[in-house]
Structure formats: structure tokens, C-alpha cells
């Protein structure tokens, strides 16, 4: 007649698995029936990149586009003031009016020098905008160039308005410095840096 061992005999055999103690159940394999941990992200992984072009890089896309416009036609009124007044000057000149004839002329090169910086800064505008798309950090940094200047000049026509109590001056100077300060901000911010610096593949 055999006995059970006893569980208190230091010299007896250990019990055998599953006579009177439960088993523990092995670890599940990995994988299997159980979620995983993800692994925990990489020291410095960097944040997402924008996909989509962020709305403030988007205003200052459409504002490019607009004040091109808006310097093609300055720049052929110009041009168009500058061949009429040309025009007028060889019909009406004689050799007693040198000097009107003089003045004519120099009015029809100021209007053309005038036509021609319109002209380069809206194919500069234009040029600009069309390239937020897909273009990279030259694009922004010339944006920045671009503005600032633009901004200066803003600064120059208010104060010419204030000094001749010119209300048009001081409202467009107003308004102009405002579409250069969205400009310089757009490419500032964190949004605009990443969408020029994002990879394109």
C-alpha cells in the first residue's frame, strides 16, 4: 500500500506537477493572441511633416498672386503713359521748345524705369507664388528678402502721406505693410518652416 508523499518531509521526493499544487501556465509566445508593446520612439524623432500646405502659407500664397496682378497692371499703365507721353513730345516739339521737349522726355523715362520695376516685381510675385508648391527653403528665404523690402517701402509711402497729409498714401502704406508683415510671418513660423523643409519625394 503506497502512501502520498508528504509535503512536509525534507527528505522526501518533491510532489510531482499537478498532484495537489496547480501549474503555471507558461508565458503566451509574443504575438500570439496578445497584443505587443509598440517600441518606444527613437531619441529626437522628428515631428511629422505637414502634407498639406498650412492656411497661413496658403494666404500668403494667394496675397503673391494677387499683388502680381495687381503689378501687371501698374506696370503697363506705365508703359502705355510712358509711350503716349513720348508720343505727344515728338508731335509738339520744335526747336524753340527744348526745353519742354527735354522735360517730356525725361517724364517718358521716369514712367518707363517705373513700368519696368513693376513689371520685374510682379513676374518676382507671380514667380514666387507659383513655386510655394513644391519649392524648398531658397523659396522661403526669398519670400522673407522680398517682403522686407517690400515693407520698407510700405514704411517710406506712410510717411511721405503723413508728411503731405495725403490720405491715400497713408492707407496704402497702412495696407501694404500689413501683406508684407503676413509675408515675413508665414515663412517665419514653425508651420511655414516645416512645409519648406518637409521631403519631397
Do not use: E
Amino acid at each position: 500500500m503506497s502512501y502520498p508523499p508528504d509535503p512536509n518531509n525534507p527528505y522526501g521526493q518533491p510532489p510531482a506537477p499537478g498532484y495537489g499544487y496547480p501549474q503555471q501556465a507558461p508565458p503566451p509566445a509574443p504575438g500570439y493572441g496578445y497584443p505587443q508593446q509598440a517600441p518606444p520612439p527613437a531619441y529626437g524623432y522628428a515631428p511629422a511633416l505637414p502634407q498639406v500646405m498650412p492656411g497661413l502659407v496658403m494666404t500668403t500664397r494667394v496675397l503673391l498672386f494677387v499683388i502680381g496682378g495687381v503689378q501687371v497692371i501698374l506696370a503697363g499703365f506705365c508703359l502705355i503713359a510712358a509711350a503716349v507721353a513720348n508720343d505727344a513730345v515728338n508731335k509738339t516739339s520744335t526747336s524753340s521748345d527744348d526745353f519742354i521737349s527735354s522735360i517730356g522726355h525725361a517724364a517718358m523715362g521716369i514712367l518707363l524705369v517705373i513700368g519696368v520695376v513693376w513689371a520685374l516685381a510682379a513676374a518676382l510675385s507671380i514667380t514666387l507664388g507659383a513655386k510655394f508648391g513644391k519649392g524648398g527653403n531658397g523659396v522661403r528665404i526669398t519670400t522673407i528678402v522680398y517682403g522686407s523690402i517690400a515693407a520698407l517701402f510700405g514704411v517710406l509711402d506712410l510717411i511721405g502721406g503723413i508728411n503731405t497729409k495725403i490720405t491715400a498714401n497713408i492707407i496704402i502704406g497702412l495696407i501694404w505693410i500689413a501683406i508684407c508683415v503676413i509675408w515675413i510671418t508665414a515663412m517665419c513660423v514653425r508651420d511655414g518652416v516645416n512645409w519648406f523643409n518637409r521631403p519631397r519625394y
